[in-house]
């Protein structure tokens, strides 16, 4: 009887783990990041990415600019092009599934373009604790999440990419402790 528990519970657990290694984490929007990264006790990230040009990047593709360019390419709008979006919002190849209600294309190149869909580590418990952040998600970018986009193909206005010099121009660092 209890050898056929401990199975049953042994099974249980195989199922649950499987289940929640393969749910997909969710893209869920910069806003639900901006309720407590706004803030200026955890170093307000929030107003340098507002002031920065990833912010723009989607509001970038309705430009005359944006339109001019692809029309040589053959593209009508570059708003519902993916080749243009792949790099202009987050999270563009994810799947439907991976998107939830709150995400929106128009909030350009936000947080999770860099850190990952954020739906399973956004919660203050998990947030305080970077390992279990990271077990569920969160991505601590590096040059190469940048050079994803940072790249010549495909980008007609390409600006040759020097992490430090590029990354000076965005750091969102947390407060000293
Ligand atoms: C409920 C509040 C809350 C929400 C929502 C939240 N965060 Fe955080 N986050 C924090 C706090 C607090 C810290 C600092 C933890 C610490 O001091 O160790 C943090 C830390 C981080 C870190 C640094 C991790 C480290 O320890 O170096 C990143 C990156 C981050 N958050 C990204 C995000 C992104 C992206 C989102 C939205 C998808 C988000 N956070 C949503 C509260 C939040
Ligand atoms: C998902 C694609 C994507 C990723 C990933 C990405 N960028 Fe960008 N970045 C862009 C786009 C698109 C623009 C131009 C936006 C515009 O002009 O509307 C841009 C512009 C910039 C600019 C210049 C604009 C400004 O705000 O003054 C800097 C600096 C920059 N990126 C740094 C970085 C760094 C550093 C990383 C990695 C940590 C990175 N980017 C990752 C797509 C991306
Ligand atoms: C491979 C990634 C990538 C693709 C694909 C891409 N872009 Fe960009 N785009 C960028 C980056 C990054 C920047 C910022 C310049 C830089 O640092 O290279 C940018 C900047 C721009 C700018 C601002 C230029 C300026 O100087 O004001 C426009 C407009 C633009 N892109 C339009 C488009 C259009 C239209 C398409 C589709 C035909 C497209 N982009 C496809 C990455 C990309
Ligand atoms: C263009 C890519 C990019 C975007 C967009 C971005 N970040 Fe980051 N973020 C980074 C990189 C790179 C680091 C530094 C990672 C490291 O130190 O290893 C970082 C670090 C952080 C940290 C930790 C800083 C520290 O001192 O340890 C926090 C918190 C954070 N980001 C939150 C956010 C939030 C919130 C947003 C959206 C409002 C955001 N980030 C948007 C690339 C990005």
Redesign the pocket.
């Known amino acids: 009887m209890v050898r056929k528990l401990v199975s049953i519970f042994t099974i249980l657990g195989v199922l649950f783990l499987f289940s929640a290694s393969f749910a997909a984490h969710k893209y869920v929007g910069e806003k639900k990041c901006k309720m407590c990264h706004k803030l200026e006790k955890y170093g307000n990230q929030q107003e340098v990415w507002e002031?920065?040009?990833?912010s723009?990047?989607f509001?970038?593709?309705g430009t005359a600019k944006a339109k001019e360019a692809a029309k040589k390419l053959g593209i009508d709008d570059p708003q519902k092009s993916e080749k243009c979006l792949?790099?202009?919002?987050?999270g563009?190849d994810a799947p439907a599934e991976e998107k939830a209600a709150t995400y929106s294309m128009e909030e350009?190149?936000s947080c999770e373009?860099?850190h990952g869909p954020g739906s399973d580590y956004k919660k203050m418990k998990v947030m305080k604790d970077k390992d279990a952040a990271i077990a569920a998600g969160l991505i601590m970018?590096?040059?190469k999440?940048?050079k994803?986009?940072?790249t010549p193909e495909g980008n007609e206005?390409y600006?040759e990419f020097n992490?430090e010099?590029?990354?000076a121009?965005?750091a969102h660092p947390l407060p000293k402790k």
């Open positions: 002031n920065s040009l990833h723009k990047a509001e970038t593709l792949r790099c202009h919002v987050a563009y350009g190149v373009a860099c970018p590096k040059e999440t940048c994803k986009c940072h206005f600006k992490y010099k590029f990354w121009k965005i």
